[in-house]
Each structure stands twice: as structure tokens, then as C-alpha cells.
């Protein structure tokens, strides 16, 4: 799929960051790269206009707020309405770094599709995707659910499982004593937490998270917010799941040219970026907002300060679409 040719002045601002522009002073000298999603929203739906919006969502720091247990970052019950009535108008994918298990434990609702472990379990209703499902069955599993309805898992790194379950073991029993540390098994991937450590402990726990990385070549880590993520080194990301779920038949249920659907990814996070980057840019063209209160290099056009403003985007959304399904006057 090739990159759109006709960018938008949004699109062009988000690829100067691409080449490593920094230089940003302030959030406003920021924000007027990075415009506010709800400030621009009339320009961004004309763009949309006449496509199928596909709406893709991080959870953490974007529908739930950052909470210091990770456990207890549960969705309010106004986001999951919203997020409901986004789903009724909208396909729509909830992309996160959780096992899929808890995201959509957090989330409870049938209408979402969702991926876990940064896009490597990919949870569909239909077959799977036609593109990455090919004439065999690698990589994906099924399964059923209690109601009888059939599902297929998408596990591009299903070979890294016993690895992963054998890192989240050692670091369990290694990080035991560093108080705060917490190891989180998110099934693909295991996430290191130490966002409630002391300053003086953060640099020994960093330490020994990567003496221990150190025998598995094939994992890498990276840092989100007061995290350590570690993940298998493989070509698939956040980005490579939105291209699958726009491929996978049912989810965008309009058939259509790839260059008619307008994806709209909304996070926060370094690994959000893989969607911004390469889902976006180079699909036909999308609109990608990042959610944060400070300025941050980030290849997203638009940006929302907030899980609040999230919602807010999300509703004026879904009023946008009920507004065009009306009857002429
Ligand atoms: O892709 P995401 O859904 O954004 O997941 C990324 C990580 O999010 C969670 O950690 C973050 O949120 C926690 C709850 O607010 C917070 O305590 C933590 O400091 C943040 O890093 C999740 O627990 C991680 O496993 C995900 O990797």
C-alpha cells in the first residue's frame, strides 16, 4: 500500500518532527504543531468526509487516566459509554501493551475489537485477516467463546511465549527486594513498573533488568511511562496491528479502496508512534492525535491534552456522524 500523495498542511508539520526537529520551548509553540484535535475538528472531519473513519485507541493514558497501581487504571463508566457509541458508528480497535485478557477485561464491550501485548494477540470475530492469513493457519489460533461464537487470535510472536514466561519469572524473583517494583506478565511482553520505586532504587532495578536481558538476544526493551517494556525483537508493532485489523474481513464492513478509509489513532505513548508512523502516513492518509500536557517530539499531526478531551473528541465524533445519517431538511 503506497503513501498518499495528496498531504494535508497537518500531515507535512507531523513528518518535520520525523526529521528530528526538537526544538520546541514551550506547549504553545508545541500545540501550534501539533494543533489541538478538538480546535481543528472541523478541518480534520472535511478531510475524513466521504471515507470510512476506522477509530483506533491506546488505553493506557488515553482512555484511563496514568494511576500509580496497575491494576486499578479501570475505564469510568462516561468513557465506556462513549467508546460504546464510537463502536456503533465506527469500527473500532483498542491497541494496548495489556494482555488482551485485562484490556478487554477493563474495557467490557462486545461492540470493540481489541489487540493486547502491542498488537502481538489480535482477537477477531471472522477468520482472521485474508492479507497475513495466506493458505495457512501460522500464527493464528481459535477459539470459543462461552456464547458458542467463534474467534481467531492473531499471535505473530506465539514461539516467544515460553521465553516471555521465563523473563517474567527471573524478574519477578531478581526485582523482589527493590520495594515499589512491580513485574507485570502482559503475555507477549512483561512490563517492569517503577513508577512507585524510590529515585535512589530506579537505577539499580534498570541495571538489572538488563544484566538479565542480556541472555535473551532476541527480546529487546524499551521505556514507556516509569515502565520497561520487553517485548520480542520482531518486525510487528502497534502500526503493523492497525494494518492487519484494516484488512481483516468484517471489521470495515463498507468494501472499499484502501485510499477510502481514514484511520483515526488516538495514544499517548512511545510505542503509539509505530501507528502514527507507519499506519498513518502511509495508508491513504489518517489522522493521529497524541494524547499529552507537554510538548514531546511525535510524529502524530494533532494532539489532545487529556483522557478527558479524549472523551470529548470521541463525542463530538459520534455527533458529527449522527448529524451527517440525518435527513436533509
Ligand atoms: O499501550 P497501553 O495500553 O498504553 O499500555 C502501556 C502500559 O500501560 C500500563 O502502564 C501505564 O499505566 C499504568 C496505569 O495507569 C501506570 O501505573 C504505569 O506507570 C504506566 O506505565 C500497563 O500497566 C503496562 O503494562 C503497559 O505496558
Known amino acids: 500500500?503506497?503513501?498518499?500523495?495528496?498531504?494535508?498542511?497537518?500531515?507535512?508539520?507531523?513528518?518535520?518532527?520525523?526529521?528530528?526537529?526538537?526544538?520546541?520551548?514551550?506547549?504553545?509553540?508545541?500545540?501550534?504543531?501539533?494543533?489541538?484535535?478538538?480546535?481543528?475538528?472541523?478541518?480534520?472531519?472535511?478531510?475524513?468526509?466521504?471515507?470510512?473513519?476506522?477509530?483506533?485507541?491506546?488505553?493506557?493514558?488515553?482512555?484511563?487516566?496514568?494511576?500509580?497501581?496497575?491494576?486499578?487504571?479501570?475505564?469510568?463508566?462516561?468513557?465506556?459509554?462513549?467508546?460504546?457509541?464510537?463502536?456503533?458508528?465506527?469500527?473500532?480497535?483498542?491497541?494496548?501493551g495489556r494482555r488482551l485478557e485485562k484490556v478487554s477485561g477493563f474495557v467490557q464491550l462486545e461492540e470493540v475489537y481489541y489487540a493486547g501485548s502491542h498488537g502481538m494477540d489480535i482477537l477477531t470475530p471472522s477468520s482472521g485477516s485474508s492479507k497475513y492469513r495466506g493458505n495457512n493457519n501460522i500464527h493464528h489460533n481459535t477459539t470459543i467463546n462461552?456464547?458458542?461464537t467463534k474467534f481467531v487470535h492473531f499471535c505473530p510472536a506465539q514461539q516467544f511465549l515460553p521465553t516471555i514466561q521465563e523473563i517474567a519469572k527471573r524478574l519477578k524473583e531478581k526485582t523482589n527486594d527493590i520495594k515499589g517494583s512491580m513485574i507485570e506478565d502482559n503475555k507477549f511482553c512483561v512490563s517492569v513498573h517503577f513508577r512507585s520505586v524510590k529515585n535512589k532504587d530506579v537505577s539499580i532495578l534498570k541495571t538489572m533488568v538488563e544484566q538479565t536481558m542480556e541472555e535473551y538476544p532476541n527480546l529487546r526493551i524499551s521505556e514507556g511511562k516509569k515502565?520497561?517494556?520487553?517485548?520480542?525483537?520482531?518486525?510487528?508493532?502497534?502500526?503493523?496491528?492497525?494494518?492487519?485489523?484494516?484488512?481483516?474481513?468484517?471489521?470495515?464492513?463498507k468494501p472499499t479502496a484502501s485510499s477510502d478509509v481514514v484511520p483515526i489513532y488516538i495514544g499517548d505513548d512511545k510505542t503509539d508512534e509505530d501507528a502514527f508512523k507507519q499506519a498513518i502516513e502511509c495508508m491513504g492518509g489518517g489522522l493521529s492525535i497524541v494524547v499529552s500536557s507537554t510538548p514531546k517530539v511525535t510524529f502524530a499531526s494533532h494532539s489532545l491534552r487529556d483522557p478527558n478531551q479524549v472523551e470529548a473528541f470521541l463525542r463530538r465524533l459520534v455527533k458529527w456522524k449522527k448529524a451527517l445519517q440525518l435527513p436533509p431538511t
Open 1 to 96: 500500500m503506497g503513501c498518499h500523495q495528496e498531504k494535508t498542511n497537518w500531515i507535512r508539520l507531523a513528518k518535520l518532527d520525523d526529521c528530528g526537529e526538537a526544538t520546541f520551548g514551550s506547549y504553545r509553540s508545541w500545540l501550534a504543531k501539533h494543533p489541538s484535535a478538538l480546535d481543528s475538528f472541523d478541518e480534520m472531519m472535511g478531510f475524513a468526509q466521504g471515507k470510512n473513519i476506522a477509530v483506533f485507541l491506546d488505553y493506557d493514558g488515553t482512555l484511563s487516566k496514568i494511576v500509580a497501581d496497575p491494576d486499578k487504571a479501570f475505564l469510568s463508566e462516561k468513557m465506556r459509554k462513549v467508546v460504546q457509541n464510537v463502536a456503533l458508528h465506527f469500527p473500532t480497535a483498542i491497541i494496548s
Open 146 to 148: 462461552e456464547k458458542g
Open 227 to 253: 515502565v520497561m517494556e520487553i517485548r520480542p525483537d520482531i518486525e510487528w508493532d502497534k502500526g503493523k496491528a492497525v494494518e492487519y485489523l484494516l484488512h481483516t474481513p468484517g471489521f470495515i464492513t
